[in-house]
T-cell receptor, first 109, second 114 residues
Framework: GENVEQHPSTLSVQEGDSAVIKCTYS??????FPWYKQELGKRPQLIID?????GEKKDQRIAVTLNKTAKHFSLHITETQPEDSAVYFC????????FGAGTTVTVRA | DTAVSQTPKYLVTQMGNDKSIKCEQN?????MYWYKQDSKKFLKIMFS???????INETVPNRFSPKSPDKAHLNLHINSLELGDSAVYFC?????????????FGQGTRLTVV
């Protein structure tokens, strides 16, 4: 089955700086790579996703890159704000998703 | 309107009891899921149903039994609860399998077994 590894497990950044979270996956059949954000005590919510036929996708301050050859994908958050503080999960899969272990991001004001 | 709703939000119960968590989605999605999130925040899929049929059944103790009376509902029944069952359980739904489309999560049920 799919195995998704996510790093780092915690990330503290100064407001206005960038944050980068990296994930690797094991199953070359995986073709869908979403990122979810989970604020404290709340449900996970999709923030951006990318499919295997695309190398990069951007939505305002958030971007995701995918390298299928190396089997890794990354989330980039620019100009971080306090409301970006949350746990971020990457996931990968074809007929089902496997989630990474999560990255707790703290944005310092 | 809440897209995916699950009840109860909190559940405290003693070891050995049997309990159920209910989930309903009003999005018209074909696929529903149960995930378990442990104290370390790790999200792991337990079950997936597509149009009332079980399509994913991960390695979960058979004390856990999902039931889907129709494609808008997926309930989770747990027998003989154990301390290790304490976690947050999330129901979710998607139009197709999660490998293609966004999964919408319920607000979670925090189960505490004492």
């Amino acid at each position: 089955g799919e195995n998704v590894e996510q790093h780092p497990s915690t990330l503290s950044v100064q407001e206005g700086d960038s944050a980068v979270i990296k994930c690797t996956y094991s199953d070359s059949a995986s073709n869908y790579f979403p990122w979810y954000k989970q604020e404290l005590g709340k449900r996970p919510q999709l923030i951006i996703d990318i499919r295997s036929n695309v190398g990069e996708k951007k939505d305002q301050r958030i971007a995701v890159t995918l390298n299928k050859t190396a089997k890794h994908f990354s989330l980039h958050i620019t100009e971080t704000q306090p409301e970006d503080s949350a746990v971020y999960f990457c996931a990968a899969g074809d007929y089902k998703l496997s989630f990474g272990a999560g990255t707790t991001v703290t944005v310092r004001a | 309107d809440t897209a995916v709703s699950q009840t109860p939000k909190y559940l405290v119960t003693q070891m050995g009891n049997d309990k159920s968590i209910k989930c309903e989605q009003n999005l018209g999605h074909d696929t529903m899921y149960w995930y378990k999130q442990d104290s370390k925040k790790f999200l792991k899929i337990m079950f997936s149903y597509n149009n009332k049929e079980l399509i994913i059944n991960e390695t979960v103790p058979n004390r856990f039994s999902p039931k889907s009376p129709d494609k808008a509902h997926l309930n989770l029944h747990i027998n003989s609860l154990e301390l290790g069952d304490s976690a947050v359980y999330f129901c979710a739904s998607s139009q197709e399998g999660t490998a293609n489309t966004e999964a919408f999560f319920g607000q979670g049920t925090r189960l505490t077994v004492v």
